[in-house]
């Protein structure tokens, strides 16, 4: 991934920049976390309940325990085919709602808590789930977004109605709680010879300002927009994370991957070491771990999201 840094506000390169400098410091020693699974999930059940605000990160792990696939970047031979393939994939990920309630539990955990979540998915799910949006930054985009694919002006536009259009196009039908359904033989097979596999030509969106393609609004490469309520909710993760400095606070790490850890994880681990009132927790199946330096006040929990917020009773 290309990150621009460059173009990001001032609050949230900080917190990007203070991970990497204390990260830096430590040892490189990690620690899996000391305690039987059961004793781990009473210290952050302690934790999340004497706990002044909780932050939330959010990775690709949480989606997928609540049953969410995610996707890549195909080459397609047209925009037609593109667009197809597009519509079907931000549906199903952006405005069905998700096999299982992982992200309602969450929202049980944290109710009534001063609390804020970053997430690097960019499916939506915390809204959905009704997370208060004044506490949400999608460091990485909105599947429910488009954007000009130059880009020649920095704002985005919301696709749901167009992408509905796509889909009905296609031969789908979409019922009365959102569910999308596919025309059916009599065995009750999908009929796929009823499906077309691209949109018409018209249906294809261009930018209403200078004409050319449009394009997910996801931090593919540096032609990512941060529209104003990307600016927005950068600026208003910095002023939580400042505002809860010295405070009991916890830092609650869900899914996270290894492979992208400046957005969420390094952020995290300075701020737990910064702060003696500080708690990290770290909920990820086969990759849960902390830095030695913050070993005695982090709890880190192999395991699938779901079932282990399930066993929370706060
Ligand atoms: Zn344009």
């Keep these: 991934m290309n990150q621009n840094y460059n173009e990001m506000p001032n609050g949230y390169l900080e917190s990007i920049n203070k991970g990497i400098q204390t990260v830096r410091t430590f040892s490189g020693h990690m620690s899996r976390g000391k305690g039987t699974q059961e004793e781990r999930i009473q210290r952050l059940t302690e934790e999340l309940s004497n706990a002044d605000a909780i ?3 959010a990775g690709a792990g949480l989606s997928t325990s609540a049953g969410l696939i995610t996707g890549g970047f195909y080459p397609f031979p047209d925009e037609e085919t593109r667009w197809a393939w597009w519509s079907r994939h931000i549906y199903v990920n952006r405005y069905v709602l998700p096999p299982k309630p992982v992200y309602n539990r ?3 955990l944290v109710k009534g808590k001063d609390y804020f979540v970053i997430t690097t998915n960019v499916d939506h799910q915390f809204q959905k789930a009704g997370f208060d949006k004044e506490r949400l930054f999608y460091t990485q985009g909105d599947y429910g977004l488009w954007q000009c694919s130059t880009p020649c002006h920095k ?3 919301d696709n749901k109605g167009k992408v509905v259009k796509m889909l009905l196009s296609q031969g789908f039908s979409i019922g009365q709680n959102s569910e999308l359904s596919a025309p059916l033989l009599e065995n009750g097979e999908t009929d796929f010879s009823m499906l077309s596999t691209k949109i018409p ?7 209403p300002v200078c004409g050319e393609p449009m394009t997910m609004n996801l931090r593919s490469d540096d032609t990512f927009v941060e529209d104003e309520g990307w600016r927005r909710a950068s600026a208003a993760y910095a002023e939580f994370l400042e505002r809860h400095r010295d405070k009991r606070t916890v830092y609650l790490e869900l899914g996270v991957g290894a ?11 300075h701020e737990a070491y910064a702060n003696d009132n500080a708690f990290y927790a770290c909920i990820n199946y086969g990759e849960a771990f902390c830095p030695e330096e913050i ?5 880190c929990i192999d395991g699938d999201i779901g079932d282990v917020l399930g066993e929370i009773s706060l």
Aim: charged share 20%; hydrophobic share 40%.
């Design 55 to 57: 932050v939330i990160g």
């Design 106 to 108: 969450l929202l049980d």
């Design 201 to 207: 030509s018209g249906l294809v969106p261009y930018c």
């Design 155 to 157: 704002r985005t536009y």
């Design 295 to 299: 070993e005695d006040r982090s709890v």
């Design 259 to 269: 492979n992208t850890p400046v957005i969420i994880k390094y952020p995290f681990w």
